[in-house]
């Protein structure tokens, strides 16, 4: 997995419940024992059922802060106006098709790429980050959709990758292996993961259960902000449902969360804010409280452009 970053001070618990308004999502089976209900939530709303959405307060400094950024690679314009606000406890969608700029936005985010114009803050100061370690640094973990982890490895072992805590001095120096054991047996607890045998190669995990650990861990590695890229867009219906449980976890340690996806049902399931990208621009900006799962899916699926076609094509076949 790719996550790293300072050990954490503290974290609030997690509890994972994450409301379904994705019908086949809300027939998933649950995952195992340990897990919490997912109870359904009609469509128009992702909050606890019956609960109406919490307004957003607009008046708190955003972890992260984009206004109008836009990055050229050459001529290509890659992101062009693009603002994006990640709060503490919060997940902002960032949702677009092939080529609409998802990745260039985690690249600038992450301290990969930097941008050409427009104001990039980290909790209020303007920023230009000149290396993923300079993220890691000021709190930023991102987990990439292709982790980078060991697959022959134990889940411990890959949990703690790069950052082992060692025991005793000089020659005696060594991994403290009962410490990692316990703590990511104790940390994948926390998050409602209830991995019987920490002791087994991660890459015996399933593709969701990966992406888990490495929420997991970021979290316990004391991020403040976690990026996900499409987490979900390799997984079936029953192990998606059971990552945006742990996005959701996360949400409630109290991370600003960024969720990277193309399925605007998936974000909807978890989304405080959702912003919409196409060919590198703007095409939309909600809060959870401005728009419906339906609305969102429509404009997706480019709403009007598909409005337009649909009228073209009756021209077309018109007697
Ligand atoms: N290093 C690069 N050099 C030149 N053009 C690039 C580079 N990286 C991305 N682009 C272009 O910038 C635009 C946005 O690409 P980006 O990868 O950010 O989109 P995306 O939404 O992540 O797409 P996908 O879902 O297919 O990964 C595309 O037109 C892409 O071809």
Redesign the pocket.
Known sequence: MTTEGAPKDTSPGADGAVPAADPDLAAAEEPSAGDEAVPAASEESAAPAGAPAPPVDRTRTPLVELDAVSKY??N????EGVSLEVHAGEISCVL????????????IIAGLHQHDAGTFSIEGEETRLGSPREALDRGIATVYQDLAVVPLMPVWRNFFLGSEPTKGVGPFKRMDVEFMRATTHAELLRMGIDLRDVDQPIGTLSGGERQCVAIARAVYFGAKVLVLD?PTAALGVKQSGVVLKYVAAARDAGLGVVL?T?NPHHAYLVGDRFVL?K??AMSGAHTRAEITLDELTRQMAGGSELEDLRHELERATAP
Do not use: C
């Open positions: 690679y050459g290509i314009r890659a992101l677009g098709d092939n080529g609409a700029g998802k990745s260039t936005l985690i690249k499409e990277i193309h990208l060919r590198g």
